[in-house]
């Protein structure tokens, strides 16, 4: 039988495994699809923009039903959206199955975090960034699988089939030790801290969507903008230009791996604060270094620094709506995951927007400067946590 924690762990690489499969074909689609750049761009939008719809509306979902019964049922949409994704035959049809399998994502990345959390409040250890380290390493195999098939002359449509039936094969092994979180009905009435304030009225929800959001623009520049930064400002070539990008995602999800121990020993506050630094620094020296040895180490801060940002948010989300009967944070966790996405939307555009006006190094020195905002963000967050909690023991002894 699967570990719940090691069957959380899985979910966590298939939705990596999800990304991880598709993104690298687009290549192809565009070429079955006959698209434009710009027809394509707005095709790919529609990821992202399912993604953000969903998420807002997930924690609901997870309330009534439950987080393992929302992992099943957006997963199974995910891989049956796959060889749709993988056969478009137009555009419009590419940009549909992207936001259907965008909301599809949006809602498991959801669910998989309550998930999570409900495996740290149960093993009362901060394993969050080794779940998030699951999906670094599903993204990574699911690259590298998809290299394979394109390689071997596979269509999309014959990859993406593949890589959705193995999807519903690890699903089904690991449904079942999955936390099965009790529905809304069986809670607690006890109220979540912050006398149960919607988490839009809350400061300190804002400030860790603040944190994943810089968390998001950072991870989004670096994947999307890297390899061109590195042929245009440091001059390598285009298949070196590629690894910066690997390493990035290499170096993190290693530093996922130590996170639960560096959360445990440091506290969330120092490890997020210490992660804006490194990856402040990193990026910041990939963009100014005019050495292509500067630009790939700055990666490689930057993919360190970045490690812990969005678990850890996440994680502290997940605290903020716990009940005294140990449920609640449903609600807290969709509310910083869907401003995080926006991050993942906007990003890259305003990067782009910049570098256009500027250079792609100056576009770098925002990036890092906004990762470096993390540190204020979520030491205000930490502050703010303290005084709810503090507020929360005051009204229960009155």
Known sequence: MVSQRFAVILVFALNGGALGSWAPRVPALADQTDAEPGALGLALLGASVGMLLAAAVT?????????????????????????GLGAAPSVPLLGAALVGLGASVGMLDVAMNVAGVAVERRVERPVMPIFHAGFSFGALVGSGAAALAAGHGWSPARHLTVAAVVAVAVLLAVLRPLP?????????????PAAGAVPIRRPALWLLAGVALCSAIAE??????????????HGVGE??????????????????LAGG??????GPTRVLVGGAVCAGGGLLAAALL????AGYAGFVL???????????????????????DGT????????????????FLAGPPLIGGIAQLTSLSTSFVAVGLIAALIAPAATAAGRSLARERAATRCSGRA
């Not at 099965?180 to 979540?192: F, M």
């Open 59 to 83: 924690g609901r979902l997870v309330e009534w039903f439950g987080a393992r019964a929302v992992i099943a049922g957006s997963t199974l949409v995910a891989c049956a959206l796959l060889p």
């Open 180 to 192: 099965g979180v009790a529905p809304r009905a069986a809670h607690s009435a006890e109220p979540p």
């Open 220 to 233: 989004g520049a670096s994947s999307d903008w890297s390899a061109l930064l590195m042929v245009t400002e």
């Open 239 to 256: 298949g070196a230009a590629a690894l910066a990008f690997s390493v990035f995602s290499l170096a993190m999800a290693v530093t996922r």
């Open 261 to 266: 121990w560096t959360h445990a020993r440091f």
């Open 290 to 293: 005019p050495v292509a040895a």
């Open 302 to 324: 930057a993919g360190a620094g970045l490690a812990a940002s969005f678990p850890v948010a996440l994680s502290l989300a997940g605290e903020a709506g716990r009940r005294g």
């Open 328 to 343: 609640g944070g449903e609600r807290e966790i969709a509310f910083v995951t869907a401003i995080a996405y926006t991050g």
